[in-house]
């Protein structure tokens, strides 16, 4: 299972999960998050074993191409209204991760047209705001879920919510920490992710 880290905004804290390899380190590039890198960050050098993502919200094509290029991104994560067709224009320059928030009525059907086009999907809880949500949804909704795209679970994850996950018997691809292993928003707790580290280990 992957750990992919989410929500970095300062160098010195990027350098010290760096140092911890994860499997995948996210870094948001939209305004409204309390966790916005900023207009003039600099991505710090880091393995290139590690994936480094960039989480966008609805936002255009030219701005998101343009940040992977200048920062050498890896990956695109989407967590807006972008449509299958966005998400395939993409596909053509970069791994492509569109975020759904899940809740009762999830209709997994919903994700068909965006298999062709999505390396992975991320599933979180669902909410009206775009920013990292420190509750879970109801990881039993997964049941429902046909495995034919990796995914990751995000979602208020943390060492606790972890282990719930391991006795569903349920593979997710990878988990996404973020808000419940901070500081403070976009300071990670090296202490926290060693743990859940080891435990995914």
Known sequence: MKLKVCGLKYTDNIRQIAELNPDYMGFIFFEGSKRFVGHDFVMPQISSEINKVGVFVNSNEEYILASV????????????????EFCGKLAKEVKVMKAFGLDEEFDFKSLEPYKKNCSFFLFDYKSDIYEGIPKPFNPELLRNYDNSIPFFISGGM??????????????????????RMEIKPGYKDIIKIIQIKNNIR
């Open 158 to 179: 943390d060492l606790v919510k972890f282990r719930n996950i391991e006795s569903l018997k349920i593979e997710p691809y990878g988990i996404d920490v973020g808000s």
């Open 69 to 84: 290029k200048r920062n050498d991104l890896d990956v695109v994560e989407l967590h807006g209204s972008e449509s299958p």
